[in-house]
């Protein structure tokens, strides 16, 4: 914990999810709100979405970034508006009309299990 | 939002995820409960999956759909009911065994971001 | 029902995710709370992730299992101890340091639809 997973459309070509984990991860830690080698990423590239009917050309950004309980609503709420605001900084510079949403919600912290395992020596 | 996340097992050969797409998003358009350019759907073929332990051939399709608050339990789950139909007309003739499961769940409006971005002029 | 979801990074080289399927349905079935046929697993291979920010070869597993309501946290305690006993277990010999994560949730019975529709004639 945390654990954020992005949902990006391909027709946001250009965007950069390596870079975008990068950039999102440091955030995370800047905010003080998590040990650094804790907070996990993942992108996924969408290769079958729509949105709406219209049929008009549009792309989003989805992230859900995952916490355990000792935030409280307004700390989750400025994560989510960190969140936002470094996803429209990634957004390459030509894109179709786009949408960028953040959900943040809580992990169970009574059936949450993690396990560390260090390197195994080669 | 709404959101709407379908995995699919591989072995539905023949599932169009496309089709399957734009066919959800105008039913949930023609639900009345949300705006069409806000509806964002996306389906992820599944290559890594198992049904049971039986060893036999099964498949399934699982969607999640992620609304707002605001809509009360009886329309969340004829929501439900709404996709579970849709998929089951799209399922293709050939098919093994397969399970079509629908969740229906909540946004946290409290930390839910959302930043809507114009299409960048080329 | 139960539905499981793997998240697994690319850098655990050998990390074979139809046996971890298997072992984990198994296990799932073998603690005796859920009907064979209704295991429902898939796993993602991660290839854009990152882990902390101090740019060392980190990989991680994440198991997501969602189960309808009946089951005790306890029960959901040990589902995930069982879990997470398991991605140890199949995690290769070589491999960067790992954080292997479990999150064991609830369903809502009130909207979740299954169909279940046999294997159609060829």
Redo the contacts between chains.
């Keep these: 914990?945390p654990?954020l997973?992005l949902?990006y459309?391909a027709n946001l070509a250009g965007f950069d999810?390596?870079a975008a984990?990068?950039d999102?991860?440091?955030r995370l830690?800047d905010s003080g709100h998590f040990e650094?080698?804790?907070?996990?990423?993942?992108?996924?590239?969408?290769q079958?979405?729509?949105?709406?009917?219209?049929g008009v050309?549009?792309g989003?950004v989805?992230a859900h970034l995952?916490v355990l309980p000792g935030r409280d609503?307004t700390t989750?709420?400025a994560?989510?508006?960190t969140?936002?605001t470094a996803?429209?900084a990634q957004?390459p510079?030509?894109?179709?009309?786009?949408?960028?949403?953040?959900?943040?919600?809580e992990?169970?912290a009574?059936?949450?299990?993690?396990?560390?395992?260090?390197?195994?020596q080669?």
């Design positions: 914990m654990h997973t949902h459309t999810a390596d984990l990068d999102l991860n440091r830690a650094e080698s804790a907070i996990k990423s993942r992108a996924l590239a969408l079958h979405y729509r949105v709406g009917t219209a050309e549009r989003f989805h995952k609503e989750r709420r994560l989510s508006q969140i936002v996803l429209q957004l510079s030509h894109h179709p009309a786009t949408q960028l949403c953040v959900e943040v919600t992990l169970d009574g059936t949450y299990s993690k396990l560390v395992i260090d390197a195994s080669p």
